[in-house]
């Protein structure tokens, strides 16, 4: 019988750069270019958006930042940072004069009734107001930190999918995270222009990445296989060029 042999996994050698120093040296966003932050719970997915947020957003290019959860002491603590007016609907009664202030985003946070028909209902008709505003308005960055609860619990996916797939003409980019990759459209991985995934353990998970496209998923998937807590493996699709993200 003949022996097969197995083929040795690639060895990728990629520059690893300082969150701080990614951000300062590495990092540029352009408007209307959506971002993907992949990652279990814990891996530091939203604090790293924030993160890039606070580099991103000015008074010419807005974010409005759409909170699903009644609680989120990750959100409220940076916020904190960011001084963004939270809101509890939308728009705000006064939109037209916080449109020409100095200021650089939003905060979109409904009230909760913690009753899950009533929450459902009320978060898809604030957030799809929201949604809607930000891409016929443009020159806005639209961050939705739970694309899966966006799209399927809350039945966003249509608008979500038009902003992924129109919106970069309009200067709309949506930052979008996920802690199910395997259950966001397929959307969050082809017209991502930037990614950033966390060690998955979930192999059903990483087998999405072969939609990211134009990249060798197999790849992808020993670089964030080894990737340790709070490390991020950063693609920008046009190039597309490669880094590690490591704690400072």
């Known amino acids: ?32 270019e959506h971002v993907s932050f992949l990652g279990p ?13 606070q580099d991103s957003a000015n008074p010419d ?7 699903v959860k009644p609680r989120d002491e990750t959100i409220d603590e940076w916020n904190k940072k960011l001084q963004f007016p ?34 459902d209902k009320h978060l898809h008709d604030v957030l799809r107001r929201a949604l809607l505003d930000a891409y016929k308005r443009g020159h806005t960055i639209t961050v939705v930190d739970e694309a899966f609860g966006a799209a399927n619990e809350l039945k966003l996916a249509k608008e979500l999918i038009t902003i992924w797939s129109r919106g970069r003409s309009m200067g709309n980019g949506l930052w979008a995270g996920t802690q199910k990759p395997s259950h966001v459209p397929t959307w969050f991985y082809s017209q991502a222009h930037h990614l950033f995934l966390a060690n998955d353990p979930d192999e ?44 400072d």
Request: aromatic share 14%.
């Open 86 to 119: 939270i809101v509890r609907d939308w728009p705000p009664h006064d939109l037209k004069r916080f449109w020409y202030r100095d200021k650089s985003g939003w905060v979109l946070w409904p009230r909760h009734a913690f009753d899950p028909e009533k929450d």
């Open 1 to 32: 019988m003949r022996r097969t042999s197995r083929q040795p996994p690639t060895v990728v050698r990629l520059p690893s750069f300082p969150r701080s120093l990614f951000i300062k040296e590495r990092w540029l966003y352009k408007e209307g």
């Open 41 to 53: 719970t814990g891996s530091g997915k939203t604090t790293l958006e924030f993160e890039l947020m």
């Open 61 to 67: 290019l807005r974010a409005i930042i759409l909170v």
């Open 204 to 247: 059903r998970n990483r087998e999405r990445f072969g939609e990211i496209g134009g990249i060798d998923s197999k790849v992808i998937e020993e670089i964030v296989i080894g990737l340790k807590k709070f490390e991020f493996l950063y693609i920008r699709r046009e190039g597309p060029r490669f880094c590690k993200i490591i704690p």
